[in-house]
Each structure stands twice: as structure tokens, then as C-alpha cells.
């Protein structure tokens, strides 16, 4: 069609579907071949910014295919591609191609999702997608919540209602430095280090924070944090929630949901589940009792840009009471004609969280809910488990490494050498720098990525499997790197030691 007015940043239809088809193909091919690249070139951001150019600003603009096929170039050839199946590391997942569609479709839209008015279809859509999640992680579906950026948006979301429902009511006239009482939180000292960010961020300072220690598990520990919650009461203290985790980000451990919720009834405490990476793993049903407790959560983080497999950026707060969200984030400005006559409640969502304009990133996450179904969700979890639990069996049973956790789909384990003379012993500082070594290794290297735990004191390889693409030949393939690059490092560091020694 043609426009009355003319403006270098609009395309015609010719050339839109020319660079998109082309984009497509291009998309396609990078999807379909994958396995063959490497995880990572592994180059410095030297060598990146001489790829890039030093170029300033451009004066005038450029014709949109070459400038895209450049960024598609620098994208499909300069990246990590934490799609590739031996991708392992922290935890991003591998992303579902339906993701990126959703995403080229909501971009193309471009609905502002803060606000029912500007994006009548999309609020009804995230909405739905909300409530989908409550099921899928087996709460009600009365639930509501918000979608964000991540996990620690999703638990900074959550943390700001907590504070608005525990907190002095005149908090938000006043001030949390205007608390008559120490306002205080509790977790494990497995929390996600969000928490030291919200706490900084939020007013409460890091001296809030009750760092609970954990059992022989690795889980919180319920008598501590009991006896620790009464001791803050006695003192004139004012607990205000408490932070479980399902699923830590080091080894994947849940911890005692219920335990923790009656804990949190007591004391009349907020509960807050960080269920960010782990909590999807309660869609398949032999987890189930794993779980347990989490249907008392006054709120949950969780992350579809984890386990759910979309491509980033997606995290999700739910609330049991939503009302606790618009209570800590709705204003109502002039310039705002938001609401409507309508029989269903008027959702705006920049009513229940941070921002006000909003991007429709539910969108890639309710197409994909509905292409894999959770049956189908149920599969692919358990599968990453099981290869999981594979690579710390095959890990047992090489006398060159050693298994140390496998919880949900995160294996630790570290390389050991084998042999030993008397000057170089395999001392925990010497396989601490070995395996410190190995890591930076075997990422640079770029034919498997992971990432690295303390646990125990012991420096440890770390994978985590929400990857889709992996399949039983890379874990065995893994193993095999490992074991290869672990000698190759002991021998070298060793004749390092023997020449220094020498000198
Ligand atoms: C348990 C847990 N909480 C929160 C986060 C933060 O998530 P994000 O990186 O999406 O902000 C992570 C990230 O790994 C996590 O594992």
C-alpha cells in the first residue's frame, strides 16, 4: 500500500517479506545445524570489537537487507550458543523455536501490555497464561501474577508485596527507614543472591537478611530457622517472610516446602517460593511429593525462560492473593483513562508489577504451553533428569572424576587424577585449582559449556540440563571431553610445579 507519508524506517511489503523470508531462511538453517558449531568461538571482546568495527554513528542510513544480513552474520557466527546440546551451563535454556516466531509476531504488533486498553487481546492472552502456569506447577488457578523479565524480577515482585503485606501499614507513607522494628527475612544460605539485591535495593540492607544454615541435604534447616525466628520475636524484631527454594541454583536441591509453610502459619509470616529454575519439575507427577507445600505459597517465582524453554526473556510471579500485588504497585495518574464498564474486572497490568509500557512476552510462552502440552512438558523434564542422573552415574563409575550431587537435572562432579607422586599430592587446594582450571577450559574450549559449585569446599563442574537438544551420546560425549582435558591440565600444571621446583 502505498503511504502518504514517506519516512527511512518504513518497508514496503515487497521488502519486508524479501528480508523476512531471507531472515527465516537463514534462522532455519542456524536451527537445523546447530550440533555442528561449536558452543563458542571463545573470542575476547578484543577480538569482538575489531569484528564489529569502531564506526561511529551512522550519518545516514543504510538499506535494511544488508544491515540485517550483517547482524545476522555477526549473531549466527560470534555467539554462545546456549542452544547447542552440550550447552550446560548455569542455567538458560536451550530456546524453542515457536518462541522465536511468538516473539517476531508480538514485536510486529507490538501491543503494550501494561494496560487492558492498549492490548485488549494480549492482557487476555498473559491472563491465560498465568493461569496455565498455576496448573502446570500444580496450585490453584486462582493464582494471579504477572510476567517479567526473570527470575530476579519475579522474586523482586514478589518481595515488594510481601513487604507491602508485613510491613507497618503506613510503610508506603512513610518509609521502611521509619519502622519502629528491625523488619526481617529468612533463607538458606543456598538462596540466589536476588535476595542480597532486593534486601539493598528495597531499604530492609543486608542486615536483614537471616542466613539460615542448611542439613546434611543442603536444605534450609526448619529447627534453625524456628528457634532463629522466635529469638528475632523475643528481641523486638518483626520477621516479615520467609524464602524457600525449589530447586538452588548450585545443586538443585528443594527444600522442605512444607515445613516451611506451617512455620510461616505460625509466625504469620509471608511464604515465598524461589521456584525460578526448579519448580516446573512439579508437572511430573513422580515429583509430585517433591513439591509438597507449595500449594501455601503466599508467592512463587518462576522462570519460563528456564525449564519452560522459552528463549529469554520470561519470568513469572504468582500471588495467591493478587490483591497484594495492586496494593504495592497500583497508582492512578490523570493522564490514565484505563478503566472500563465492563462485566469481568478491567486487568491492567502495570497495576501488578514494575513496569507501566510492557512487551507481550507471554505470548512466546502460551504458544509454547500449547504446542507441548504439559504431558509433553512432563517428557522433556524427566528426560533432562534422567540424563542428569546419567552423567553423575557415568561420573561414579570413571575412576578419574568423582560425582558429588545430582538433584532435579543439576549434576557437580570434579576431575581427580589418578596418579600421584609424592611431590605433587592431589591436595583439595590442588584439585580446587585444577578443576578452577579445567572449567576455564572447557568453556573457552567450545565443545561443551558448563559452569562451576562450590560444594563442600570442593571447586565443582556443574551441569545443568534444561536443554531440550541433549541426548544420551553428548553426556557420554562429555564425560569423554572432561576426562581428556582434565589429564591433559594435570599434566601440564604438573611440569609447571616440577620446573618451578626446579628453579
Ligand atoms: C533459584 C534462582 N533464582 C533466581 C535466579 C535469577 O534468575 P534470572 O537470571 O532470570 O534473573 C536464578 C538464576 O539462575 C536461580 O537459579
Not at 50 to 55: F, H, N, S
Not at 247 to 268: F, N, Q, W
Not at 285 to 298: N, R, T, Y
Not at 316 to 329: F, G, S
Request: net charge negative.
Amino acid at each position: 500500500m502505498k503511504r502518504n507519508r514517506e519516512t527511512p524506517i518504513e518497508m514496503d511489503k515487497a521488502e519486508f517479506k524479501k528480508i523476512g523470508y531471507r531472515l527465516i531462511d537463514t534462522i532455519a538453517d542456524f536451527i537445523d545445524t546447530i550440533e555442528e558449531k561449536k558452543v563458542t568461538g571463545g573470542e575476547s571482546p578484543k577480538q569482538l570489537q575489531e569484528i564489529l568495527g569502531t564506526a561511529s554513528l551512522p550519518e545516514k542510513g543504510m538499506p535494511a537487507e544488508t544491515i540485517i544480513a550483517n547482524a545476522a552474520n555477526l549473531l549466527l557466527n560470534h555467539s554462545l550458543f546456549n542452544g547447542h546440546p552440550k550447552f550446560l551451563g548455569y542455567i538458560t535454556s536451550s530456546a524453542a523455536p515457536i518462541g522465536a516466531l511468538g516473539d517476531l509476531l508480538a514485536a510486529a504488533v507490538n501491543p503494550n501490555v501494561g494496560a487492558q486498553i492498549l492490548s485488549p487481546i494480549a492482557t487476555e492472552i498473559e491472563k491465560q497464561t498465568i493461569k496455565w502456569l498455576a496448573e502446570f506447577i500444580g496450585v490453584s488457578p486462582a493464582y494471579g501474577g504477572i510476567l517479567v523479565s526473570g527470575g530476579n524480577m519475579a522474586n523482586f515482585t514478589a518481595f515488594l508485596a510481601a513487604r507491602t503485606a508485613k510491613a507497618p501499614k503506613n510503610i508506603k507513607e512513610e518509609g521502611i527507614s521509619n519502622a519502629e522494628t528491625k523488619l526481617l527475612v529468612y533463607c538458606s544460605k543456598t538462596t540466589h543472591t536476588w535476595i542480597e539485591k532486593a534486601v539493598v535495593l528495597f531499604g530492609l540492607g543486608t542486615r536483614s537478611i537471616r542466613w539460615i544454615s542448611t542439613d546434611a541435604h543442603n536444605k534450609m534447616d526448619n529447627n534453625v530457622l524456628e528457634q532463629t525466628i522466635k529469638a528475632d520475636l523475643e528481641n523486638g524484631c518483626k520477621p516479615i517472610m520467609v524464602i524457600g527454594t525449589a530447586g538452588d541454583v548450585s545443586t538443585g536441591v528443594v527444600d522442605d516446602l512444607r515445613a516451611i509453610a506451617t512455620i510461616c502459619k505460625k509466625y504469620e509470616l509471608w511464604f515465598h517460593i524461589d521456584g525460578a529454575y526448579g519448580v516446573p519439575a512439579a508437572v511430573v507427577p513422580e515429583l509430585k511429593s517433591v513439591f509438597d507445600g507449595i500449594q501455601e505459597a503466599d508467592s512463587i517465582a518462576l522462570d519460563p525462560h528456564k525449564w519452560l524453554y522459552s528463549p529469554l526473556e520470561a519470568g513469572c510471579t504468582l500471588v495467591k492473593d493478587p490483591n497484594h500485588l495492586i496494593e504495592t504497585y497500583s497508582s492512578h495518574p490523570v493522564y490514565y483513562n484505563f478503566s472500563t464498564n465492563d462485566e469481568v474486572k478491567t486487568q491492567n497490568y502495570y497495576e501488578y508489577g514494575f513496569q507501566n509500557s510492557r512487551g507481550f512476552r507471554a505470548l512466546k510462552v502460551w504458544l509454547a504451553l500449547q504446542q507441548v502440552g504439559r504431558s509433553g512438558y512432563a517428557s522433556m523434564i524427566r528426560e533432562d533428569i534422567e540424563l542428569s542422573r546419567l552423567l553423575f552415574e557415568l561420573a561414579k563409575k570413571h575412576d578419574e572424576l568423582e560425582a558429588i550431587t545430582q538433584n532435579l537435572s543439576i549434576t557437580t562432579m570434579r576431575y581427580v587424577p589418578l596418579d600421584d607422586d609424592k611431590d605433587n599430592k592431589n591436595t583439595e587446594a590442588y584439585l580446587n585449582q585444577l578443576n578452577e582450571a579445567l572449567l576455564n577450559e572447557l568453556q573457552q574450549g567450545g565443545e561443551v559449556f558448563l559452569s562451576n559449585a562450590m560444594v563442600m569446599d570442593k571447586y565443582c563442574l556443574r551441569a545443568c540440563i534444561v536443554n531440550f537438544r541433549t541426548s544420551q551420546k553428548d553426556i557420554e560425549e562429555i564425560i569423554a571431553i572432561i576426562t581428556r582435558e582434565g589429564k591433559k591440565l594435570h599434566q601440564l600444571l604438573r611440569r609447571e610445579y616440577k620446573a618451578t621446583a626446579l628453579h
